[in-house]
T-cell receptor, first 115, second 112 residues
Framework: NAGVTQTPKFRILKIGQSMTLQCAQD?????MYWYRQDPGMGLKLIYY???????DKGEVPNGYNVSRSTTEDFPLRLELAAPSQTSVYFC??????????????FGPGTRLTVT | GENVEQHPSTLSVQEGDSAVIKCTYS??????FPWYKQELGKRPQLIID?????GEKKDQRIAVTLNKTAKHFSLHITETQPEDSAVYFC???????????FGKGTRLHILP
């Protein structure tokens, strides 16, 4: 299993540009998440999905969009990039059943700089 | 809203000594409490977790304790080694929203 994969690893965007961060998992996990981590800071939840076709906002959703058309993929879209979106973006997935949470597996991250 | 507070933000301990990191949570329905370790430039990885039906869990040099009444839980690392240097995050589940919330992290330095 490749686990959770993310592309690209690094990206530099100009202000106002758009891009999609890709995330895929091959563990048949039902839950997927997008976090951002600013330098020296913790993880902030952007969006998450409990299954194909279902997405929910997290703590910091403004400026981002997501979709979940398949169990495996959970892309994150940035429209009109701003310097405040400079961060490391982590995708994660987990199997969660009933009322039980289970381990979140993280991807390697995408380092995004907006200038 | 839901909140997880983590202390201290930075911790330096002599190699071989013990390290303790503490977290408090606000949602009384939280029932899953994982701890993640993040080495510099790497992704967070789970090191231990505990569920609300137990008070303590141990795995070699690391242990986690949970006090549901006080809504706090702690990570204990004994006989610290240089490779324990990293940022550690605690987290608590928010069952009604199907998510977990992370603390802000503790940067642990192991001094030679």
């Amino acid at each position: 299993n490749a686990g959770v994969t993310q592309t690209p690893k690094f990206r530099i965007l100009k202000i106002g540009q758009s891009m999609t961060l890709q995330c895929a998992q091959d563990m048949n996990h039902n839950y997927m998440y997008w976090y951002r981590q600013d330098p020296g800071m913790g993880l902030k939840l952007i969006y998450y999905s409990v299954g194909a076709g279902i997405t929910d906002k997290g703590e910091v959703p403004n400026g981002y969009n997501v979709s979940r058309s398949t169990t495996e993929d959970f892309p994150l879209r940035l429209e009109l990039a701003a310097p405040s979106q400079t961060s490391v973006y982590f995708c994660a997935s987990s199997y969660t059943g009933g009322e039980s949470n289970y381990e979140q597996y993280f991807g390697p991250g995408t380092r995004l700089t907006v200038t | 809203g839901e909140n997880v507070e983590q202390h201290p933000s930075t911790l330096s301990v002599q190699e071989g000594d013990s390290a303790v990191i503490k977290c408090t949570y606000s949602d009384s329905a939280s029932n899953y409490f994982p701890w993640y370790k993040q080495e510099l430039g790497k992704r967070p990885q789970l090191i231990i977790d505990i569920r609300s039906n137990v008070g303590e869990k141990k795995d070699q040099r690391i242990a986690v304790t949970l006090n549901k009444t006080a809504k706090h839980f702690s990570l204990h690392i004994t006989e610290t080694q240089p490779e324990d240097s990293a940022v550690y995050f605690c987290a608590a589940s928010i069952p009604r929203d199907d998510k977990i919330i992370f603390g802000k992290g503790t940067r642990l330095h192991i001094l030679p």
